[in-house]
């Protein structure tokens, strides 16, 4: 009997494809850094474009306008953040092994790319509505991976006090582009660990 052939797979990508895809993620990359810099409002398409070496016209060969390049950057952030919650929890049953996963995730995630969260504090109200609108609905299903993560902890612990918990250990730990010492990154991390893991009631005896 002849061996079925899978034709699921997706086809590899051309070097013009590749050169492409590599291409778009520098023009985020750059983005990230001169909004974190100088503002959504203070970036110009010619400014991106001089950052990875093309003209400004030419950065309209990945992005529409500037709308959809912010646009991709703050759903991007959401959609990654999502995605790394949903597979912290899918990964332990254990509530207290699988909050400090989350610290750790979210720890990484802000001290990794600190451009990225200057820029989703500072732009969101920059978006379309309808970009600020997915941005937000994916930020409330990572919110609510935290509050069933601590109510599973603290199964007294009502859902609106959970949420504030949530955000409140947001909050700290998105100061670190602020609050981080750059010569010394891992003392920062676990002086912020040890505070949210403290304030969530989750630190170990």
């Known amino acids: 009997m002849p061996e079925t052939v899978d034709d699921t797979r ?7 494809s590749q050169a492409k895809a590599e291409r778009r993620r520098q023009l985020l990359r750059a983005a990230a850094r ?3 810099e100088r503002g959504f409002t203070g970036v110009r398409l010619e400014d991106l474009g001089a950052a990875v070496g093309i ?7 990945h992005f529409s306008n500037k709308d959809a390049l912010l646009a991709e950057i ?9 995605a790394g919650g949903t597979s912290v929890t899918e990964n332990t049953s254990d509530p207290r092994v699988a909050l400090e996963a989350l610290v750790d995730f979210h720890l990484d995630f802000a001290l990794g790319e600190p451009d990225l969260i200057r820029v989703q504090d500072r732009e969101l109200h920059s978006l379309t509505d309808e970009g600020r609108r997915e941005v937000r609905t994916t930020q409330r299903r990572y919110v609510e991976i935290w509050v069933d993560v601590l109510r599973r902890l603290t199964p007294d612990l009502p859902d609106s006090d959970a949420r504030i918990m ?14 981080a010492d750059p010569r010394s990154p891992e003392a920062t991390r676990d002086v912020l660990r040890r505070m949210a893991l403290t304030a969530l009631g989750a630190a170990q005896p």
């Open 34 to 36: 001169l909004i974190a």
């Open 166 to 179: 949530a955000h409140a250990t947001f909050g700290l730990i998105n100061s670190t582009p602020h609050s």
């Open 10 to 16: 997706a086809p590899a990508l051309t070097p013009r």
């Open 55 to 61: 003209s400004g016209p030419a950065v309209y060969r």
């Open 74 to 82: 703050l759903v991007d952030i959401s959609r990654r953040l999502l």
